[in-house]
């Protein structure tokens, strides 16, 4: 448990041991000013017995005020230094959760791409947001055990000193009760470990309901879904009930065995052994000081172990992410628009035999149009994901204007690249945000000419406040055609070298086809286009276009070459035209 929250805090650990050290300093003024009360209670004794006892020069009144003032000056004292203790301790719980998730989310970004495609987006989700929570928690916890540990041995000390007896009973009782909470702590533990798997699976679950609200609710399988979900969150609530129960259960039994001990205690030391009435008060009130943050100490310390669990998850997902790691990007700066050339390319998915492309070559040169077709899994979307970098060749090579990609600087490649999907993200933001997406200070000018480059401005000139409009959770208030458009558009205000087009338009009706084929008309020679399509209507404007089959080019030309031809891609074009309704 220790080594866990020491690597939890790595950021943050010169602030914990302060956090600590105030705790440790408190503890220390509170025990002195309990202790100052010792002068005052054995004058008061004395003097009721005929005589009076002198501490330091002091007696009578001058001896209590001395008393009293050391008593508020070091609780005041402590109350300060416990507030800042405490300040501090938030402080380092806010950071570490911010580290985790940040480390964790950066992780996620950076992992090979088909490592990727593995992860369970509900374990990354629930490592970035669930389980860095707890491990803050628990990092607190763990804090605060040490700090009470450490009060608790401050105060024994002034205790022993003023009653060795007593403080050797209650060193007992401490130990007895540790390993008491000892149990505890590792029957919650491995409740703990079930409930960690238990929030990753209704992480996913939840993630899939609210995706696909849309398909829930229009086929009428909402109420299923929700018992289905709804029987997981019961059974995470009666296990996180049951860890729970740890904590006031071993609290009843500490009070409770503690009054018990300090009255017996108490007995015996002023009958049979005969000792000081003042120092069994003055042990009495350290005791009640004492038995708190002992049992503090035990519970904090309780939490810590329980919430061990959750950084036992984050760190397997963490270092899932750490091993499969984007090899590192090379630094070439390319300073113009770049001909894109692969070169006798094959790419084959790391435990599968098969390759995705096979030997394959294409040229896109600076404002040309390059389509490629193909049946499902022919590889095109795999030849993307080699041109942008998210995974290299087998074999062969991806080279900008001759050089490597393996070599180019992967960050500033990608900022030139415009990319439109099948299902482009919109982002609940107002139209300007969604179009300079990412961009911390928006160009108005520059997010309308992108509207009017990809036929979106007569759209937002339409929203009740114009470019200012929000949009509704993915972009619920636009129509399918008007969300691939408000893509278009994010695309083009980068003022992409590439601009990439991955089944624009295949889900769209003809009319949004037809506008954004004229859109992306309009913008020849502006920039590369790269387009994969199923639909072969949507790539005839294209300059050139490579037919796949099984990753591997069987066939490549222009449109009326193709067309007229007597290959797969009249085939497929004869298909297509059957199909269209007259």
Known sequence: MFRAYFEALAGSRRLAAVSIVLLVMSGLAEALGIASLLPLLSSNLSSSAGGQSEWFGLRGDSLAL?????????????????????????????SVERELRSKVTNALLKMKWSDYLQVSLGDGIKASIIDSTQVAVGTFAFLQAIGMSSIALVLGSVALVVNPIMTGAVLVFGAVMALAYRQAGNRSRVL????????????????????????????????RALDRINKQFSDYANRYARVQRFLPA??????????????????????????????????????????????????????????????????????????????????????????????????????????????????????????????????????????????????????LNDVDLRDVDRAMWRERIGLVMQDSPAFHASVLENIAFTDPEPDEQRAWWAAEMAHLSEVVRGLPEGIHSQLGQKG?????????RLALARALYRRPWLLILDE??????????????????????DCAMLIVAHRL??????????????????EEGSWQDLASGNGMFRKMLAAQLADTPA
């Open 66 to 94: 001395a008393c009293v003032g050391a008593l508020v000056g070091f609780g005041l004292a402590a109350a300060v230094l416990r507030f800042f203790a405490d300040k501090w301790a938030y402080v380092v719980q806010a």
């Open 192 to 223: 703990s470990r079930e409930i960690a798997v238990r929030a990753g699976d209704i992480t996913e679950s939840a993630t899939d309901l609210l995706s696909n609200a849309k398909f829930y609710r229009s086929t009428g399988l909402q109420s």
């Open 537 to 554: 209507k949507t790539v005839q404007m294209a300059d050139h276009i490579v037919v796949l089959s099984r990753g591997r080019v069987i």
């Open 250 to 399: 071993t609290r009843l039994g500490a009070e409770s065995a503690g009054l018990l001990f300090i009255a017996v205690v108490l007995v015996v030391t002023i009958t049979a052994l005969d000792d000081s009435i003042a120092g069994a008060l003055v042990f009495l009130a350290l005791f009640y000081r004492l038995a708190p943050r002992l049992q503090a100490a035990q519970q904090t310390l309780l939490t810590a172990r329980t919430l061990q669990s959750w950084w036992d998850a984050w760190k397997r997902q963490y270092d899932v992410c750490i091993e499969a790691v984007e090899e590192v990007s090379g630094t070439v700066v390319i300073t113009e628009p770049s001909r894109i050339e692969l070169d006798n390319v094959s790419f084959t998915y790391p435990g599968r035999s098969t390759p995705v492309l096979a030997e394959l070559s294409c040229t896109l040169e600076p404002g040309q149009r390059l389509a490629v077709v193909g049946e499902s899994g022919a590889g095109k979307t795999t030849m993307l994901d080699l041109v942008t970098g998210l995974v290299s060749p087998s074999r062969g090579a991806v080279r």
């Open 504 to 525: 624009a338009t295949s889900a769209l009706d003809s009319e949004s086809e037809r506008v954004i084929q004229e859109a992306l008309v309009s913008l020849r020679g």
């Open 476 to 484: 619920a208030t636009l129509s399918g055609g008007q969300r691939q």
